[in-house]
């Protein structure tokens, strides 16, 4: 039987989000059924909505940072019951079956894993609604359980947020003495900083923006550096292994890759687009420095993140809203007005508008 579920969502491109119901597809034998009670606000979810990348299906149910509690499993489910909290990130399902997938990099996956929202489910081609709803219906294989000592509140960014900074951290083997740089303190710049922090590396946030070293130092940064001061550039030339860039609008790429020691990588996290200018590649050559992308991460990767935040007490920093403040969330999202996510009660759903 198809679920009937009350949600927001955006009918067309450029609207604003208004209560939407609409029907889940039937629970399968190995799903999981999810009552939503947290949701994080991404600014992919943005992305979506205004139908930037010109490629979303309306109406679209936002949503990929989600914390719920198990109200119902299939018959052949075994690693979840009743009333465990377990997370849905950015994917439900994959092919499970390419290389990418036996790697278990199904973000990768050769036929496009199945997005929470925006995509259309492989098996009976309903269209997928994401995390701002009641409920949501997702393969076991794509449930992440919730360490019990996680603040369910500030683990719904870990799902994109923290997974997004966490891949490209343990793919590069970041550990003790690593240096690490992290242009951008948001909402991915504000994950890098802390876990990067935990890893046991030295940490340097980059901002154009003077003012953020408090803020910056609480999160686990040794070093702030001002980016458009060439002095101060200049003078980290050659020290980092690893640049986590999170910055999701096109910008220079060319300051950041002399400052790379040899064999150090700069990594693109923040879908930043067409570079602005054409790219220096000497200082990439001369030092053996590489450029790389990297999108969120893996359902194995994800539940260690997930376990390693538990074990070290890390949860975003959130600003809680209910569900009926979620346009003008969005504005203030675009204006940096938040420190440094926010989370959306969905039990607020339930209030009258």
Not at 18 to 36: C, G, L
Not at 100 to 115: A, I, R
């Amino acid at each position: 039987m198809t679920t009937n579920v009350l949600g927001y969502a955006s009918l067309s491109a450029k609207e604003a989000l208004v209560p939407y119901n609409f029907v889940r597809r039937d629970p399968r034998a190995d799903d999981v059924v999810i009552e939503i009670l947290y949701c994080g606000i991404c600014h992919t979810d943005l992305h979506y909505i205004q139908n930037d990348w010109g490629r979303s299906i309306y109406p679209l149910v936002p949503g990929h940072e989600i914390i719920g509690r198990v109200i119902d499993t299939g018959k052949d489910v075994h690693r979840f019951k009743p009333n465990d909290i377990v997370g849905v990130g950015c994917m439900v399902d994959s092919c499970q079956k390419c290389s990418s997938c036996n790697q278990g990099l199904e973000q990768y996956c050769k036929d496009s894993p199945t997005f929470t929202y925006n995509s259309i489910d492989r098996r009976d081609k309903m269209p997928t609604f994401g995390g701002y709803s009641e409920k949501i219906i997702v393969n076991e294989k794509f449930v992440l359980l919730i360490p019990k000592d996680l603040d369910p509140k500030g683990a719904a960014p870990l799902l994109c947020a923290g997974i997004t900074t966490w891949s490209p951290l343990r793919h590069w083997k970041i550990d003790k003495g690593s240096n690490v740089g992290v242009i951008g303190l948001g909402g991915l710049g504000h994950m890098a900083l802390k876990l990067a922090k935990a890893l046991g590396a030295n940490v340097t946030l980059f901002t154009r923006s003077p003012g953020k070293e408090h803020d910056a130092h609480d999160l686990g940064a040794d070093k702030v550096v001002i980016s458009t001061d060439t002095k101060q550039m200049d003078a980290i030339n050659n020290e980092f292994d690893l640049i986590i860039d999170t910055v999701p609008y096109t910008h220079e790429l060319n300051p950041y890759i002399p400052l790379l020691s040899v064999n150090g990588t700069l990594v693109l996290v923040g879908f930043p687009g067409n570079l602005e200018s054409t790219l220096n590649t000497t200082p990439l050559l001369m030092g053996r420095r590489s450029i790389a992308g990297s999108d969120i991460g893996g359902i194995a990767e994800t539940q260690e993140l997930l376990d390693f935040c538990g074990k070290h007490g890390i949860t975003a920093d959130t600003e809680m809203i209910k569900i009926r403040d979620i346009n003008e969330a969005y504005k203030r999202m675009l204006k940096s007005d938040v420190k440094y996510r926010f989370v959306i009660d969905m039990s607020s759903l339930k209030d009258k508008v």
